[in-house]
């Protein structure tokens, strides 16, 4: 649980001390979770400037260098299903990177080792963060 934006980027921060080149996050929550919020927190703690961190509104994905490991951030809000097939996404943050995915329900199938990060609104300021894997669904680990 976190009671304000800066608790959920310092789980965040945590978090991607943890990280292996090649890691997959599902950010999931809807709209003002904290998905973005926790994404700068990523960035941080891989050892880049968190300000750089926006919403990934027209470029379906970010790359932002100069940390740890590359931090790729994308955003398939405004994506149909489909269209996520063509992302090559399963291609990103394999060698140096890492790979942080707001709405992974757009996904049509699974992203191997990925690691889902449940964010849940329990009022104005307070969220349930829930860090493993995936539950079974459409890209649950098989
Ligand atoms: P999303 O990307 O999931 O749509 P954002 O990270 O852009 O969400 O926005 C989350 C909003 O919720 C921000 O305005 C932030 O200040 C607010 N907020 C309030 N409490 C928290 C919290 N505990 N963790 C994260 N964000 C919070
Ligand atoms: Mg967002």
Same mark, same amino acid.
């Given at each position: 649980?976190?009671?304000?934006?800066?608790?959920?980027?310092?789980?965040?921060?945590?978090?991607?001390?943890?990280?292996?080149?090649?890691?997959?996050?599902?950010?999931?929550?809807?709209?003002?979770?904290?998905?973005?919020?926790?994404?700068?927190?990523?960035? +941080?703690?891989?050892?880049?400037?968190? *300000?750089?961190?926006?919403?990934?509104?027209? *470029?379906?994905?970010? /790359?932002?260098?100069?940390?740890?490991?590359?931090?790729?951030?994308?955003?398939?809000?405004?994506? +149909?299903?489909?269209?996520?097939?063509?992302?090559?996404? /399963?291609?990103?943050?394999?060698?140096?990177?890492?790979?942080?995915?707001?709405?992974?329900?757009?996904?049509?199938? !699974?992203?191997?080792?990925?690691?889902?990060?449940?964010? !849940?609104?329990?009022?104005?300021?307070?969220?349930?963060?829930?860090?493993?894997?995936? +539950?079974?669904?459409?890209?649950?680990?098989?």
């Amino acid at each position: 649980m976190t009671a304000s934006e800066e608790e959920t980027q310092a789980v965040a921060r945590e978090l991607a001390a943890t990280l292996e080149p090649g890691a997959v996050l599902l950010l999931s929550g809807d709209l003002g979770a904290g998905k973005t919020t926790f994404a700068r927190g990523l960035a +941080e703690g891989l050892g880049i400037d968190p *300000t750089d961190v926006s919403s990934p509104t027209f *470029t379906l994905v970010h /790359e932002y260098r100069g940390g740890r490991l590359t931090l790729y951030h994308a955003d398939l809000y405004r994506l +149909e299903k489909t269209a996520t097939d063509d992302l090559g996404l /399963e291609e990103l943050g394999v060698r140096d990177g890492v790979l942080a995915i707001e709405w992974p329900d757009r996904l049509t199938h !699974e992203l191997p080792g990925a690691v889902l990060v449940r964010l !849940e609104v329990i009022n104005d300021g307070s969220r349930r963060i829930t860090i493993g894997p995936p +539950e079974v669904g459409p890209y649950s680990i098989r």
